[in-house]
């Protein structure tokens, strides 16, 4: 904990940041007695991991709170999900339940991301060493949350001296606000760049803020909205930032309504919480939830649950009594979560960065969600203060990735127009619109006189037509086993039967892992509309070796000619069962053709 904080924005009772992993010892019983002991916790309980002590004594005293967690069954590795536990078969295996799969909750859409944040420069691929003086022009097209906004500014050399102007775009109106006020708050003057950067954590990833936290963003916003729209129905307003930086937003005026109910709302938090709960707890979910769970270690189960049960990203051990206002901008106008019950935020992060993040300020990797609170502290600070120092402008606007490419063409988005972009990455809008039209919009913004020019298509669903994309074959699931250490024939089990069907599941899911899909993806792009006629007509082509990402989850930049994976025991429980990564997915690169 630090005591240096000006505006008591920070996580800790009282106000102050969290710098080390604190105490767990606490006797408060409201949100006035701030009791929690302030000294770093360096003792870890031995059975769970996951809370810290400064000492033996404080320990024993915070043992009556403790108990309850620490005797969890879901630290048990004996712990079976209930569809086992009752011999019946999962919700998630029958057909009525199919077409609920990731559909369940009020959704907003994706607000936290299924897919690590990525660096879109990763300049030592690319420009390298030159990139320190040149100016960058990057475009997210559909952006959805910050994280890859942050990921590349935070891949910007230490002293860069060039300009650096990036759009960031979306057409989810509640997207496009919470990464406004998310960015306004971090980057704006006032707080402490670590204050900032906690309160930015909660408005992005949490359910519920402190009063301080909830003041100062009402006053953001204030500032945010007080600008009415233009004659034509528009806001394009600039506010500067710390430092050199500089936000700018161009957005339709007919969002304001939606940002006031959902700001002007009087639900309590108890309402708040009852409304995350329906979603994220949802007995009709269950067996969805528990199928992640028993996917993960003891130590991370707990973890996971007490984030679904508190929905505050923080420290295990940090008492939560001052967190007593709804994060409106989670919620509905009455209420009711707005993402998907399968919602998680350590989806959006690299997992091994989340334990060094967490190792560097003293927590255990069993408190994964703490990691990932200190990680993401790690993250916001050094972006907020490359944003003030070298002096970039980030642009947030709010229309469709086809209406925004359009715009800029015609010169109507400063400071933008036909090739400027040196990186633009369209997420998967191709997946709805199709390749060849996304490389049709998008191929006249990419630079031409950097060699190094990137469009970066990512596609999801490219799988679904592919009647040879089947369940995984015996030879993959072998292979995953192997790679796990675990059984895939229930009849020789040595663990009873309950733990050889959970090990089956586990190695169904992400046996995906190691198919080959090569051929089937090239097909795809041959059925997607000629793909690689279209990028010819575009001048672009599709790079054979890639430079900004791997072509497919569990592959590396360094080993190009590699097309399976071969990950270790700890990749694939970091990727593909804490990261819920998605085998099937596949990233393509096009260049400029010179």
């Not at 919480?273 to 996917?295: F, V």
């Not at 408190?367 to 490359?386: N, T, V, W």
Request: proline share 5%; charged share 20%.
């Amino acid at each position: 904990m630090s005591s240096t904080s000006s505006t008591s924005l920070g996580s800790f009772p009282g106000g102050n940041v969290i710098s080390k992993m604190m105490c767990a010892n606490t006797n408060a019983r409201t949100p006035e007695e701030h009791s929690q002991c302030r000294e770093s916790g360096s003792l870890t309980c031995a059975n769970c991991r996951l809370v810290q002590y400064c000492s033996g004594e404080c320990q024993k005293k915070h043992w009556r709170r403790h108990r309850v967690d620490c005797k969890s069954p879901y630290l048990l590795p004996s712990w079976q999900p209930e569809w086992l536990r009752q011999m019946r078969p999962p919700t998630f295996l029958t057909d009525e339940s199919k077409a609920t799969e990731t559909l369940f909750g009020t959704s907003a859409g994706y607000l936290w991301g299924n897919v690590p944040a990525i660096d879109f420069l990763n300049l030592a691929h690319n420009e390298k060493q030159a990139a320190i003086n040149q100016d960058f022009k990057i475009c997210f097209a559909a952006s959805g949350d910050i994280r890859n906004l942050v990921k590349t500014v935070n891949g910007l050399p230490e002293g860069y001296r060039g300009k650096c102007e990036i759009l960031l775009n979306d057409i989810n109106d509640i997207i496009v606000n919470r990464n406004l006020v998310a960015l306004f708050a971090l980057l704006s003057p006032g707080p402490s760049i670590e204050e900032a950067a906690e309160m930015a954590i909660h408005v992005i990833y949490s359910c519920a803020l402190t009063s301080h936290m909830d003041a100062h963003l009402r006053r953001c916003i204030d500032k945010i909205y007080k600008v009415p729209p233009g004659r034509d129905g528009f806001r394009d307003i600039s506010f500067n930032m710390r430092g050199r930086g500089k936000l700018t937003i161009m957005q339709s005026g007919d969002i304001l309504h939606l940002v006031h109910a959902m700001l002007n709302s009087t639900y309590p938090l108890a309402t708040a919480i009852d409304g995350m709960h329906q979603t994220m707890l949802n007995s009709q979910r269950t067996d969805y939830l528990e199928r992640y769970l028993s996917s993960l270690e003891p130590k991370h189960r707990l973890s996971a649950m007490r984030f679904r049960k508190s929905g505050v990203l923080a420290p295990f051990s940090l008492d939560l009594a001052h967190f007593t206002h709804p994060n409106r901008f989670l919620f509905s106008p009455d209420g009711r979560w707005i993402t998907h019950d399968n919602a998680n935020p350590l989806f959006g992060w690299n997992v091994p960065d989340i334990y060094a993040s967490g190792e560097r300020a003293g927590a255990k990797s069993s408190d994964i969600y703490g990691c990932l609170f200190f990680h993401l502290k790690e993250q916001f600070m050094s972006f907020a203060q490359r944003v003030r120092d070298y002096g970039i402008h980030i642009v947030v606007t709010g229309f469709d990735a086809r209406s925004i490419c359009h715009a800029i063409t015609k010169g109507l988005v400063a400071p933008f127009h036909k090739h400027c972009f040196d990186r633009i990455e369209t997420s998967n809008v191709a997946d709805y619109i199709g390749i060849p039209e996304t490389l049709e919009d998008w191929a006249p913004l990419l630079r031409k006189d950097n060699k190094n020019s990137a469009l970066i298509i990512t596609s999801m669903n490219w799988w679904v037509d592919q009647p040879e994309f089947n369940d995984p074959s015996p030879e993959e699931m072998e292979r995953c086993s192997s790679a796990l250490g675990l059984a895939t024939d229930i009849t020789h089990s040595t663990d009873g039967l309950g733990a050889a069907v959970q090990a089956l599941h586990r190695i169904y899911r992400i046996a995906g892992v190691f198919r080959d899909t090569e051929r089937l993806f090239g097909t795809y792009l041959e059925k997607a509309g000629r793909v690689e006629q279209a990028a010819r007509k575009n001048r672009l082509r599709i790079r054979k070796v890639h430079r900004i990402h791997p072509k497919r989850f569990g592959l590396s930049l360094l080993k190009p000619n590699e097309v399976v994976p071969n990950p270790s025991k700890e990749d694939l429980y970091n990727m593909f069962h804490v990261g819920d990564m998605e085998p099937s997915m596949r990233f393509v690169e096009f260049e400029m053709i010179a």
